[in-house]
């Protein structure tokens, strides 16, 4: 499976008060909000994680992940590059310790024309769990919803496209962290498109979801146990047919 997370502009979104690194945490990946505060760096005391994960978890069980992170310059880069509107808060891999083969599995993303993620694509070769994560001015958080719009556009087609796709072999989901309004610690509702071969065009829910029952979905998706929040947590795949 893949997901995408984009951003809107931020507010406090499932009742944190620092929506960046909270992501890590929050929008499918762990379950414990601990070490993160507002936005510190994976190489600041404190702020790197041993929390068990659902790359970790995917990895023990003998599958492959990849995380994909648009304008990153090197594999697993722990720092931001404003010249490429990389930002490494939104990227979760660098976060967590227990990763051994993060090195080599978090890696730039490259763009519609070429680079790591449409070789995957092209190659039918995407690995059980992707997580992928567009640069600041494409994620709608220092972009335009228009320049998000187009990014998603552009890479969609390209991943439906793809063998894995074809196949029947991968469900995409795009997820927003938060969403443009609101203020204050409080819960905020956003958007979440689920695509795949067994999904009916226009399926809707009005069943309430949180980025746990997100996370609860990869985990049965995958194949591997249940963390924290995710054992209470709706799933998503009766509704989606997943």
């Not at 790197?48 to 003998?62: E, M, P, T």
């Not at 640069?135 to 228009?146: C, F, I, K, W, Y």
């Amino acid at each position: 499976m893949i997901r995408v997370v984009e951003r809107t502009k931020p507010v406090p979104e499932l009742g944190r008060t620092c929506p960046s690194n909270g992501d890590v945490d929050a929008c499918g990946v762990s379950y414990a909000t601990t070490p993160w505060t507002c936005d510190c760096s994976p190489t600041a005391a404190g702020c790197a994680s041993a929390n068990l994960n659902v790359f970790r978890q995917i990895g023990l069980a003998g599958k492959g992940w990849r995380g994909y992170a648009e304008g990153m310059p090197s594999n697993c880069d722990k720092a931001n590059n404003p010249a490429t509107s990389y930002a490494v808060r939104h990227n979760p891999p660098p976060y967590y310790t227990d990763l051994g083969s993060r090195s080599s599995w978090d890696l730039p993303m490259g763009t519609t024309s070429s680079g790591n993620l449409l070789n995957a694509v092209n190659a039918g070769a995407l690995t059980a769990y992707s997580s992928v994560t567009p640069n600041l001015l494409n994620d709608m958080h220092d972009g335009t919803v228009a320049r998000g719009d187009s990014w998603l556009a552009g890479w969609i087609p390209k991943i439906t496209a793809g063998p894995d796709y074809q196949a029947g072999n991968l469900a995409i989901f795009i997820v927003w962290d938060e969403n443009a309004s609101g203020s204050g610690n409080n819960p905020s509702h956003v958007a979440c498109f689920v695509l795949s071969a067994f999904t009916p065009a226009a399926t809707q829910s009005a069943t309430a979801f949180t980025h746990y029952s997100l996370l609860r979905t990869t985990e049965e998706i995958t194949g591997v146990g249940l963390l924290g929040q995710a054992a209470t947590a709706t799933s998503m795949r009766t509704a989606f047919h997943l």
